[in-house]
Every structure is written in C-alpha cells, then in structure tokens.
C-alpha cells in the first residue's frame, strides 16, 4: 500500500488546525504574561514542567543507556534551544504576536539553508527561488528604513535562526534514536542549560505566573502532539499551507485580547513565506515521486 493509499488529508488538515490553535494558545499566554518575569526565567519554569510530562519518556530512555554521540548532538541541540527559547520568550513580550508568528514561519528556511551548509544537501533552483520569496516576506514584515526595528524583531529573527539549526541536529539524531527519546533529552538539556541563567535574573514568581506557565508547556507539548499526527496522517504538502491560519489567529488574537493593531504587511509578508515553503514542499514530494514511493514511515518526522 502506498503512502498515498494511506493518506488522510481531512485527517490531517484537522490536526493541523488543532496544532496551530495549541500554538496560538501558547503565544497568547506568553504575551499576557509580558515582562513580568525575566525571559530565561520564564522559559526555565516552562521546560521544567516539560520534563515533568515526557518523564515516562525520559527515565526509561535514561535507563536503557544512551550512546555518547547522541549525548554529543543532544548536548549540541539544548545549547542552540537555550539561546532560541530565551530570544523567542523575549521578543514575545515584547513585540505583537502576530509579527513573531510571521518571522517563525523562517524556521524551515533556516532548516534548508543549513542542510546545504552543514549536512552537504544540494541548493537546487527550487529551493533557491523559496529562499529568495522567503527572504523578500521577511523584509515586508520588518520593513527596515519605512520603520523602526525593534529589539524584538532582532529577537524572534535570533530565535528563528537557532530553531532551524536545532531542528538540524534533530534531523541527525532522528536516525539514531527515537522520537519521543530526542523530544525527552531536549526538555532535559535545556531544562539544565537554562536552571543557571534563570537563577542569575531569577525573581520570585507569583502562583498565578507559575500556574500559566504550566499552562504554556501543557499547550506546547500538546502542539508538538497534534503536529505529529497531522504529518502521520497526510503528506507536508497537504498540511504545510494549513499553518498560515495560525497567523490569521495570531492576528486576531492580538487584535481582540492585546489591542494590536492588524497589518496587512505582517499578513502579506507571512503568506509570501509560506507560498514558498509550501511550494518547495509540494515541488520535491512530486521529484520524489517520480523515483520511488516512499513507506508509510517516511510522513512521520
């Protein structure tokens, strides 16, 4: 049977859609929670509740021993998840949702530059072209001499960079080890990474702070859930154009709950990011295709 057969796209389009609501939820609380509390602090509070949920992951992976390379990569990936978590906590305080939304969306940009940097990946007209569309959203979101670039905007753009390289490193280590083992020793090195440099800006949180970071992780995790099956259940060109109604609920979101004003640029500028990255997503599952049909294994990530 052929991943065709298999494939659900209502499924998966539905998951999706829960995915990015999951993510939404997270953005919004992180916003509300503003500058309160300082954003490795924050971002501590948020990975220690991580661990205590992928625990029946984590202590049987521990268990069973883990190889030193995978602790190399492992070791390799949190510092990079520190530096982006600390900078997307940031620039969530600090600049409206929807604009992190959109600056995100660089992530699978970075991902594919950085194969071809790093992993020796070939940098074919394709994906070139959705590099360049993906960059010319970017400049629209940002704007720089048409208007100021906030520290924030520097911020997420950080963030964005270090996801991309991290989920590099994951990509690695996804031969090596299973899933739910790479997610449980990410939550682990960051969780210590972060415990240092939380404790040097570290001020005492209310229960209410500490309540809806807990809040943040049980969404987060639930996110990184919903997007698993969604890929489980239909290919990256089905769910892949899904995500850009996360932005429209980020808007909406920061519109109602924050009194953000809605810029159509933010919008046009996260689309032209998106049309790329789906447009090289749809382009190389047809190259694929025309070699070989891949197992059902090949939708999960």
Not at 167 to 175: E, W
Request: with cysteine; hydrophobic share 60%; aromatic share 10%.
């Amino acid at each position: 049977m052929t991943t065709a057969d298999q494939s659900r796209p209502i499924a998966g389009i539905l998951w999706m859609l829960v995915t990015g609501l999951c993510f939404v939820v997270v953005t919004g609380v992180v916003r509300h929670l503003g500058t309160g509390l300082p954003a490795a602090q924050s971002a501590f509070i948020r990975f220690l509740y991580g661990i205590v949920f992928l625990a029946p992951t984590l202590i049987p992976a521990l268990k069973r021993g883990i190889a030193p390379e995978v602790w190399k990569l492992a070791l390799g990936r949190g510092v990079l998840h520190v530096m982006a978590v600390i900078l997307w906590f940031f620039a969530m305080a600090r600049i409206p949702v929807a604009e992190v939304t959109a600056i995100g969306y660089l992530n699978p940009i970075v991902v594919t530059v950085g194969a071809a940097l790093f992993l020796g990946e070939r940098l074919a007209f394709r994906r070139l072209a959705a590099i360049a569309i993906a960059l010319v959203g970017a400049l629209v979101i940002l704007r720089p001499g048409f208007r100021e670039v906030m520290p924030g905007h520097l911020g997420q753009l950080g963030a964005a960079i270090c996801f991309g390289l991290s989920y590099l490193i994951a990509k690695r280590m996804s031969v090596l080890v299973a899933p739910g083992t790479i997610i449980a020793l990410l939550s682990l090195m960051v969780t210590i990474g972060l415990a240092p440099l939380a404790w040097a800006v570290w001020v005492p949180p209310t229960w209410e702070q500490v309540g809806w970071l807990g809040v943040v992780a049980a969404f987060a995790t639930l996110g990184h859930y919903t997007m698993a099956r969604a890929f489980v259940a239909a290919p990256l060109t089905v769910t892949q154009p899904v995500t850009f109604l996360q932005l429209v609920w980020a808007t909406l979101l920061g519109w109602f709950a924050f009194d953000e004003a809605v810029d159509p640029l933010v919008l046009a500028g996260g689309a032209l990011i998106i049309a790329a990255i789906s447009y090289m997503t749809w382009r190389e599952a047809q190259l694929k295709r025309r070699i070989t049909t891949p197992p059902p294994v090949a939708a999960k990530l």
